[in-house]
């Protein structure tokens, strides 16, 4: 049975601004499945709903963001629980941290600025596990830390000490004490530069390795994801398009979107250019109707403006929506 199971989930920012009322629909109609053991990429441009979709799924939800429909539910070892209507108390007493780590945009968010980097762990190992008296805490820390291959002293310093990566991998041995089922890393490696990026992204690989957990790993960048997800899944404008092993998305897309990222990645060598898509992604506070990549689709049909295409699963273990493959079978 899969880790977690998303179906058919909308969620919506519903807000006021001067009594006008605008619903932005960042997440519309997702479905998809994480098993055990895997890196699932989850890959699409900036504004395309990563973020929504992870804040749903690892119940940090706060208005204006609502859920309007469909099911989150996760199947743990020992227990299950349905994400939608979970009690925070639950949540925060058997679920976070232990079951599900989520390390956020901006890795300073976990980080008090104003205390060392052990407090922040000791607050957490506390606050989780209940009390552990010192000398045992620090044990159990340390070997984790040393474990992950960070230098000791990075616990007697504060955030604004460590460099980017540095904190980046704090972050990461924060949300991996209790070993957790599943770590959600949103944008992990963005603001770092590629080498450093390589090590952080090579620390989180090593730890899933370790655990055989799943990890949940969200990034726009198509170059990590090809070097690091067993599953890849592209996003447009809230919705998922297309989702498949790597080597199968990067080597067949077969969404017209898909195929347009790919073809844009740079490659050594290749010195033609590349052509662009007209337009931009649609502003999700009114999207256009039927298939969202309409517009910009090089091969769009009639179907397409009316018709939101269905999720259609080829061989291989390949999911795309888009009409052009249904209109391919009849
Ligand atoms: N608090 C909010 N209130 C209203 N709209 C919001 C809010 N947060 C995000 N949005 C909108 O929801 C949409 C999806 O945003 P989201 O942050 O999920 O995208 P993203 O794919 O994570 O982008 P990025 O790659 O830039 O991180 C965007 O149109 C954004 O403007
Ligand atoms: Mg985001």
Same mark, same amino acid.
């Given at each position: &049975?899969?880790?977690?199971?998303?179906?058919?989930?909308?969620?919506?920012?519903?807000?006021?601004?001067?009594?006008? =009322?605008? *619903?932005? %629909?960042?997440? +519309?109609?997702?479905?998809?499945?994480?098993?055990?053991?895997?890196?699932? @990429?989850?890959?699409?441009?900036?504004?395309?709903?990563?973020?929504?979709?992870?804040?749903?799924? =690892?119940?940090?939800?706060?208005?204006?963001?609502?859920?309007?429909?469909?099911?989150?539910?996760?199947?743990?070892? /020992?227990?299950?629980?349905? !994400?939608?209507?979970?009690?925070?108390?639950?949540?925060?007493?058997?679920?976070?941290?232990?079951?599900?780590?989520? *390390? &956020?945009?901006?890795? !300073?968010?976990?980080?008090?600025?104003?205390?060392?980097?052990?407090?922040?762990?000791? +607050?957490?190992?506390?606050?989780?596990?209940?009390?552990?008296? %010192?000398?045992?805490?620090?044990?159990?820390?340390? $070997?984790?830390? /040393?474990?992950?291959?960070?230098?000791?002293?990075?616990?007697?310093?504060?955030?604004?000490?460590?460099?980017?990566?540095?904190?980046?991998?704090? $972050?990461?041995?924060?949300?991996?004490?209790?070993? #957790?089922?599943?770590?959600?890393? +949103?944008?992990?490696?963005?603001?770092?530069?590629?080498?450093?990026?390589?090590?952080?992204?090579?620390?989180?690989?090593?730890?899933?390795?370790?655990?055989?957990?799943?990890?949940?790993?969200?990034?726009?960048?198509?170059?990590?994801?090809?070097?690091?997800?067993?599953?890849?899944?592209?996003?447009?404008?809230?919705?998922?398009?297309?989702?498949?092993?790597?080597?199968?998305?990067?080597?067949?897309?077969?969404?017209?979107?898909?195929?347009?990222?790919?073809?844009?990645?740079? !490659?050594?060598?290749?010195? =033609? =250019?590349?052509?662009?898509?007209? @337009?931009? #992604?649609?502003?999700? $506070?009114?999207?256009?109707?039927?298939? %969202?990549?309409?517009?910009?689709?090089?091969?769009?049909?009639?179907?397409?403006?009316?018709?939101?295409?269905?999720? &259609?699963?080829?061989?291989?273990?390949?999911?795309?929506?888009?009409?052009?493959?249904?209109?391919?079978?009849?």
């Amino acid at each position: &049975m899969a880790l977690l199971s998303v179906q058919n989930l909308r969620a919506y920012y519903r807000t006021e601004v001067y009594g006008i =009322s605008r *619903i932005v %629909r960042a997440v +519309d109609g997702v479905s998809l499945e994480l098993q055990r053991n895997e890196i699932y @990429g989850l890959a699409g441009e900036s504004s395309c709903g990563k973020t929504t979709l992870i804040k749903v799924i =690892s119940g940090t939800i706060k208005p204006p963001l609502r859920v309007e429909e469909g099911k989150v539910h996760y199947q743990f070892g /020992s227990f299950e629980i349905d !994400m939608l209507h979970i009690s925070p108390e639950d949540l925060r007493r058997n679920v976070r941290w232990k079951e599900i780590s989520y *390390i &956020m945009q901006g890795s !300073m968010s976990v980080l008090n600025p104003v205390r060392r980097v052990i407090t922040t762990f000791y +607050d957490i190992v506390t606050t989780h596990q209940g009390y552990t008296d %010192r000398k045992a805490f620090l044990g159990q820390v340390r $070997a984790h830390i /040393s474990k992950l291959g960070l230098p000791p002293d990075v616990l007697n310093l504060y955030p604004h000490q460590l460099s980017g990566g540095m904190r980046q991998r704090v $972050a990461i041995a924060l949300a991996t004490i209790f070993q #957790p089922s599943l770590i959600i890393a +949103d944008e992990p490696t963005t603001a770092l530069d590629v080498v450093v990026q390589r090590g952080v992204l090579q620390m989180l690989k090593e730890i899933q390795a370790e655990s055989n957990n799943t990890v949940l790993l969200v990034t726009h960048d198509l170059a990590v994801h090809a070097n690091v997800a067993d599953r890849v899944a592209i996003m447009y404008a809230g919705r998922i398009v297309e989702e498949a092993p790597t080597s199968l998305i990067f080597n067949a897309p077969r969404h017209p979107y898909t195929q347009h990222l790919i073809r844009s990645l740079p !490659m050594i060598g290749d010195r =033609s =250019s590349r052509a662009s898509l007209p @337009g931009a #992604p649609p502003n999700l $506070a009114n999207p256009p109707g039927g298939c %969202r990549f309409h517009p910009r689709c090089p091969h769009v049909m009639d179907i397409c403006r009316v018709e939101v295409p269905e999720m &259609m699963t080829l061989p291989g273990n390949q999911r795309v929506a888009c009409h052009l493959l249904a209109e391919g079978r009849r």
